[in-house]
């Protein structure tokens, strides 16, 4: 089964398989049997999916917007989520934090250093707010060193 081979090598969601199985030439019957078998036997979970994606871009500094974003686009919604946020972000670091400690592992360009931080945090998924207040704070203390 082609749902197999394709989630041995990684998991995915539902639409991403629906999607690579309409590429392969499967028609919508087929893809919808060969999904609801999946889904009946667990090997597609879209739970299970964003459990993993979740943890795993927060352990890249990814921030809570780009998660959202990029799991819609994944067909799931963040709401349907067991336990977002709260079971996924640490209770002792709020989103400036994490933004903040993602900042300080970047290499501050002579030209355009603001900038292209806020840029980067902005590109992470961070507010636009958040990513400034962030980028001043760390800009003011590479000035004070």
């Known amino acids: 089964m082609r749902i197999e081979r394709l989630v041995n090598k990684r998991d995915y969601a539902v639409s991403e398989i629906e999607e690579k199985l309409r590429q392969d030439g499967y028609g919508t019957s087929a893809r919808e049997q060969a999904i609801a078998r999946a889904l009946d036997a667990n090997i597609l979970n879209d739970?299970?999916?964003?459990?993993?994606?979740i943890r795993t871009k927060i352990?890249?500094?990814w921030g809570a917007m780009r998660i959202?974003?990029?799991?819609?686009?994944?067909?799931i919604e963040l709401?349907?989520?067991d336990g977002w946020p709260e079971e996924f972000f640490d209770d002792d670091q709020d989103e400036e934090s994490r933004a903040?400690?993602?900042?300080r592992t970047r290499r501050i360009a002579a030209?355009?250093?603001?900038e292209k931080l806020v840029r980067f945090l902005c590109s992470k998924g961070y507010s636009l707010s958040t990513s400034m207040r962030v980028a001043r704070r760390v800009m003011d203390e590479c000035d004070s060193e």
């Open 59 to 61: 352990s890249s500094g």
């Open 100 to 103: 903040y400690d993602l900042a």
């Open 47 to 53: 739970q299970r999916y964003a459990s993993v994606f």
């Open 111 to 114: 030209k355009n250093g603001f």
């Open 68 to 75: 959202e974003r990029e799991l819609r686009r994944r067909g």
């Open 79 to 81: 709401k349907s989520v």
